[in-house]
């Protein structure tokens, strides 16, 4: 049985002992073997030559080290020392595992080399009933074939306790031919046809994610997301897409789109970030660079109220975003953030920049009988100064950029305002009130009416035009100063009494009347 060698004993053989010792646990290149909770890949039979097919050695190395681990919190090691592994279908794994490499620099290479659109890792549950846990990659280059021969590049199916750090995923091309058909390098799908179903617990750092063609990263139905210091960009279809996803942060990553398109998919085109539906997003200290082309084809970095795969508006809502601390860089042609079908949004402390003098637009919110929406604060962003006015805040539908003026120049840091639309039911077009307030203490109706309260009660005071050049109210007029008109002439000569007008203090006490005469000379 192999031992260390014994202190003051094994005289002209420490050099045997201890490399009989060493060589239970190493390899003869120096690489640990499967020892313990390590399971070396090279151990197993793969080459990691750029030229062998490893799929089979590597799948083997996974079982084994999935046996282990899947009960003990992840504890097993997939080890893999460096080298170019090539992989021709797709390797499986029920969780359980940490899948370790040699570092994304002249280290470890993993190679999709297959030709049947399949994809390269699937973690999934070993039953319906179960869940894929404790799943931990880190260290690893992950390069694809850049077109439909590959599709994604790790597809986790009902999982959660997923930690993926310093990563690089590199051309996988979605597997089709079909743009809109297309699957992204990453893919967290919650599957709700199984007993248990859940993605959570997600955490994504220090990683690139870049020139895929089906997408970056994309999450469906899960909780507790983190997405951090992660450059994904130049993805085609969107980097980002979180599909009613609860509670994900998303923060110092660095989000470019890989080219232009608006309403329309081609080869080049793509979004930063998606969001669609669900409810406590946070979108903090990001790096949005938007290129565009022509106004055909206009970039937006956020959007929302969109499906990233159908290409097409959806129902699903928002509840409570928050946009803050971000740096938007649009070229011409571009949208910084277009919000659509949300409850609760919060715009606040980003810095819009402004690169030339063509078309972009800063915030553009979309209403109407498909895309209501509520409670919007935009507040304490700094607008590069060559940023048109005119297109820093806007609505789509109403082009309300009176309000979106008043929102922008300090009101904003105590009021909550709402765009309505006339899909609600009522004619109040815009509506204010404090952070504290139950009922609105401003209204703007459609039929050019506005309506004050007093934030507690619903408005009642109503002030209108009822003629040309004339102003009404039905309720009454207090000043704290002097009334007057522009036509006024001296006089002394007073004619019958035909009216009186009763005069209030400040308390709305009766100070008595004033006459009102048919004539005066």
Known sequence: MARLPTIGGDAGNWGIVLNDFLLVGHRNDGNL?????????MDFGAKGDGASDDTAAIQTAIN???????????????????????????????????????????????RYAGTNGKDMFHFVAPSPIDVASWIHIADIQFHGTNNEQSGRCLFFDNCYHVFIERIWVYEFGGGSTIIAERKPAIEFKEDATKSIARSEHISIRDSHIQVNKGGGIYCNRGYHILIE???????????????????????????????????????????????????????????????????NQQGIAIKTGYDGHTQLPSTNTIHTLIIRENNFDPENYATCIQLARFKGAFIENNFFQCQNNLQRDGIEIVSGAVFAFSNLVVRSNRWDPSFPEQNRLLNSTLTAHVWMDLISKGVEEYAICRMVGSDIGDDIMFAAKQRDNT???????????????????????????????????????????????????????????????????????????????????
């Open 33 to 41: 073997k499967g020892v313990g909770n390590v399971f070396n890949v």
């Open 229 to 295: 210091n992660v450059d994904c960009a130049q993805n085609n279809k969107y980097n980002i897409f979180l599909q009613l996803v609860s509670h994900a942060t998303i923060m110092n990553c660095g989000l470019a789109n890989s080219g232009r398109g608006k309403n329309n998919i081609s080869e080049d085109f793509s979004y930063p970030l998606i969001i669609d539906g669900g409810e406590g997003q946070k979108i903090i200290r990001n790096d949005f660079e938007l290129y565009s082309g022509d106004a």
């Open 439 to 521: 009922k609105d203490k401003l209204q703007i109706l459609s039929q050019g009416k506005v309506v004050f309260g007093d934030g507690i009660n619903s408005p009642d005071t109503t002030l209108y035009r009822s003629g040309q050049n004339t102003l009404k109210t039905d309720g009454n007029i207090r000043t704290q100063g002097n009334l007057g008109v522009g036509n006024s002439s001296s006089a002394s000569s007073p004619g019958n009494v035909i009216k009186k007008m009763e005069i209030f203090d400040a308390n709305g006490n009766s100070l008595g009347f004033i006459p009102i005469y048919d004539a005066i000379t």
């Open 64 to 110: 084994a080290a999935s046996s282990t681990g899947v009960d003990g919190g992840g504890s097993a090691i997939l080890f893999f020392p460096p080298g170019d592994y090539r992989i021709s279908d797709t390797l499986t794994s029920v969780g359980g595992i940490s899948i370790q490499g040699s570092g994304t620099r002249d280290g470890t290479s993993l």
